[in-house]
């Protein structure tokens, strides 16, 4: 028999979300974020899943052939750009956007230039403009001396599109993105091409940016990184639901302790669950006790220490718990949100570090 532990991919939730991301922006152009396999949720199925986006965004180059091997013709963005020159004709062949963020690239493009033939295809390009995050783009000062460079190269497509990425758009009204919006305008005026500016954040949360191209990630898999608030305050739908099942229950006495380093002392003889689930298929092992699971759709908090395979469980509120019963550790009705704020970290790394003895399936 196989492991219990499974992770169930609702494809209805992420058409969901695509469709409320164009909601929320209805006259721009949506990138679907893809990176890390799909954020967890698995490229190929996401991408199958999200066909109806305008353009998928990608980390590595090996994506984007991944999804053109599923006969995805859309187009595909490598958002951190080429690393050599032997990239530049795969991007060809394959008719993948480039982002360019540094002098380097450029230099790299201008020296394709002079050995092109005339029959190489144009490469579409999309010009990175650092407006504040410091992680990568080209200096505000520079993007129109960089812009023309590139429009002097006949074999990049004439329409550039000028982006940069925020550093904090979780902060709803925050002064810091207000100023990299600001400098952003102020480097591109003038300049012909679409705009991109909008992550998810931003497109939750900040209505003048909502134009051009919009470049949701965590959005489309409904999870939320705005402090305080689940993917469900916005109209998004979870997209992963990761489960297990009980596998024991003991009745361990009052003053015993639980797991490794006895961190838990039972206050009272009690039943104690365990699950078959643990850091070895990516459950955060910082989540302590009192993080919350589902229990045959009833909630009961964590006890003791997250192990490799296993977790352990207050039943106390649950007499009628058996062994078999489902235990929900993130998803449907348990938004990973709140998991993800027991760990000290986002719901967007607990799904990508699902690992790979987890069972998928859709649903």
């Known amino acids: 028999m196989s492991r219990a532990t499974a992770a169930t991919i609702h494809v209805d939730a992420l058409r969901h979300n695509l469709a409320r991301m164009r909601e929320l922006a209805p006259d721009s152009r949506v990138m679907a974020v893809v990176k890390a396999d799909g954020y967890g949720h698995g490229l190929e199925r996401v991408g199958r899943a999200l066909s109806g986006a305008d353009a998928f965004g990608v980390a590595a180059l090996s994506d984007a052939e991944r999804l053109r091997a599923?006969?995805?013709?859309?187009?595909?963005?490598?958002?951190?750009?080429?690393?050599?020159?032997?990239?530049?004709?795969?991007?060809?062949?394959?008719?993948?956007?480039?982002?360019?963020?540094?002098?380097?690239?450029?230099?790299?493009?201008?020296?394709?230039?002079?050995?092109?033939?005339?029959?190489?295809?144009?490469?579409?390009?999309?010009?990175?403009?650092?407006?504040?995050?410091?992680?990568?783009?080209?200096?505000?000062?520079?993007?129109?001396?960089?812009?023309?460079?590139?429009?002097d190269l006949a074999w990049v497509d004439p329409e550039i599109v000028l982006m940069s990425h925020f550093a904090s758009s979780d902060v709803f009204e925050g002064e810091a993105t207000r100023a990299q919006i600001a400098r952003f305008q102020a480097a591109t005026r003038g300049l012909p091409g679409p705009h991109s500016l909008a992550n998810s954040a931003a497109v939750l949360g900040w209505r003048q940016v909502r134009n051009g191209w919009i470049r949701p990630g965590g959005a489309l898999y409904g999870i939320s990184v705005v402090p305080g608030t689940t993917g469900?305050?916005?109209?998004?739908?979870?997209?992963?639901?990761?489960?297990?099942?009980?596998?024991?229950?003991?009745?361990?006495?009052?003053?015993?302790?639980?797991?490794?380093?006895?961190?838990?002392?039972?206050?009272?003889?009690?039943?104690?669950?365990?699950?078959a689930i643990g850091y070895g298929d990516g459950y955060p092992r910082a989540?302590?006790?009192?993080?919350?699971?589902?229990?045959?759709?009833?909630?009961?908090?964590?006890?003791?220490?997250v192990s490799m395979d296993l977790i352990t469980i207050d039943l106390r509120g649950l007499p009628e718990a058996r062994i078999g019963d489902e235990v929900v550790l993130w998803g449907r009705g348990l938004p990973v949100e709140?998991?993800?704020?027991?760990?000290?970290?986002?719901?967007?790394?607990?799904?990508?570090?699902?690992?790979?003895?987890?069972?998928?399936?859709?649903?």
Do not use: N
């Open 338 to 363: 709140e998991i993800a704020q027991h760990a000290g970290t986002i719901g967007y790394e607990l799904s990508c570090g699902i690992t790979r003895r987890v069972r998928f399936s859709e649903a």
């Open 232 to 275: 469900a305050d916005f109209g998004l739908a979870p997209a992963m639901t990761l489960a297990t099942r009980l596998i024991a229950i003991h009745h361990v006495a009052a003053g015993e302790a639980v797991g490794y380093g006895g961190g838990f002392l039972c206050p009272e003889d009690m039943p104690v669950g365990v699950a």
């Open 70 to 151: 599923i006969g995805l013709p859309h187009r595909i963005v490598l958002l951190s750009g080429f690393d050599e020159p032997a990239d530049l004709p795969v991007l060809q062949r394959l008719s993948i956007d480039t982002v360019v963020h540094h002098a380097w690239q450029l230099e790299l493009l201008e020296a394709a230039q002079r050995q092109a033939s005339p029959e190489r295809a144009r490469l579409r390009v999309w010009l990175k403009i650092d407006s504040g995050m410091h992680r990568l783009g080209f200096p505000a000062a520079q993007a129109a001396q960089v812009h023309r460079r590139l429009r």
């Open 287 to 305: 989540a302590g006790s009192g993080t919350p699971v589902l229990v045959a759709g009833r909630r009961a908090p964590l006890i003791g220490r």
